[in-house]
C-alpha cells in the first residue's frame, strides 16, 4: 500500500475509514498511481475534501483521470485562492505514468530501464561548487526492438533553495511512429506554476487529455 496521503492534496487520509480509499474503473493497461506493490492501480486514497467527488468521478474513470479531474477543479483554499492548475510535479508524476504505460503498449514494458542521474555545475564570476548555480538531470530510459522511450528531467537551481526553472520531456520513437511531449516551468517552485506544454509528433490522446492539451484533429 502506498502511505495514507490524499491523491490529490497530500492532505493525511485515515486509513481506518473504508470510504478512504476510493474505487476507480480498472483499466487492463492502465498505469495506476505507479508501480507500488500491494496497492491496487485503481484505488486511491483521498481525504474528505476529495472522496465524495472522486468516488463519483471514479464510476466511469480510471485513477489517473480522477486524479488529474480533481486537481484541474480543487476547492477553494480556505482563503478563497482557486490554486486550479498542475504543478510541475504533478506533471513529472504524469509523465512517469506515461512512460510506464507506453512501455507496456510498445512492448518494453519488462525491458530493464537505463536509468541516470547527473548535477552538473555551473561555475560563474569566480563562484565555485559547491555555491555555484547547478542543474540537476535525470534521465530513464528504455531502448528495445526499434523502440526508443525516455523521460527526461532537469532542474535548474540557483541554489539549493531556488529552483530557477524545470522542464521534463516524454520522447517515444517506434517503428508506428513518434512524438516529444515537453512541460516546462519557470522557477520558483512555489509560485502559481505556469506550466508550458509543447508537443510534436503525434502524442497518444489519453496524454493529450490528461494535460488537457488540445487534440489533433
Ligand atoms: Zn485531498
Known amino acids: 500500500m502506498r502511505p495514507p496521503l490524499c491523491d490529490v492534496c497530500d492532505a493525511d487520509v485515515d486509513p481506518a475509514d473504508s470510504r478512504s480509499l476510493v474505487s476507480c474503473v480498472r483499466a487492463a493497461d492502465d498505469p495506476g498511481l505507479g508501480d507500488l506493490p500491494g496497492h491496487p492501480a485503481h484505488q486511491l486514497w483521498l481525504c474528505k475534501a476529495h472522496r465524495d467527488e472522486g468516488a463519483a468521478l471514479g464510476v466511469s474513470r480510471t485513477a489517473m483521470q480522477v486524479v488529474v479531474a480533481l486537481r484541474e477543479h480543487p476547492e477553494p483554499d480556505a482563503d478563497g485562492r482557486d490554486d486550479s492548475g498542475m504543478t510541475l510535479h504533478d506533471a513529472v508524476a504524469l509523465l512517469r505514468g506515461a512512460l510506464d504505460r507506453l512501455a507496456s503498449e510498445h512492448g518494453v514494458g519488462d525491458v530493464e530501464r537505463e536509468r ?96 488537457g492539451a488540445p487534440q489533433p484533429r
Do not use: K
Not at 560563474?124 to 523521460?151: I, T
Not at 520558483?188 to 506544454?197: C, G, M, T
Open 116 to 211: 541516470t542521474e547527473a548535477r552538473e555545475w555551473t561555475p560563474m564570476d569566480h563562484v565555485e561548487p559547491p555555491w555555484c548555480p547547478y542543474v540537476d538531470r535525470r534521465r530513464v530510459r528504455v531502448v528495445h526492438d526499434g523502440v526508443e522511450l525516455e523521460l527526461d528531467e532537469e532542474y535548474a537551481h540557483w541554489n539549493d533553495d531556488e529552483l530557477a526553472r524545470a522542464s521534463a520531456t516524454l520522447r517515444l520513437q517506434s517503428p508506428s511512429g513518434g512524438f516529444s511531449f515537453s512541460v516546462h516551468t519557470p522557477g520558483p517552485s512555489d509560485e502559481p506554476p505556469e506550466l508550458e506544454v509543447i508537443v510534436t509528433g503525434h502524442a497518444p490522446p489519453w496524454l493529450l487529455n490528461a494535460f
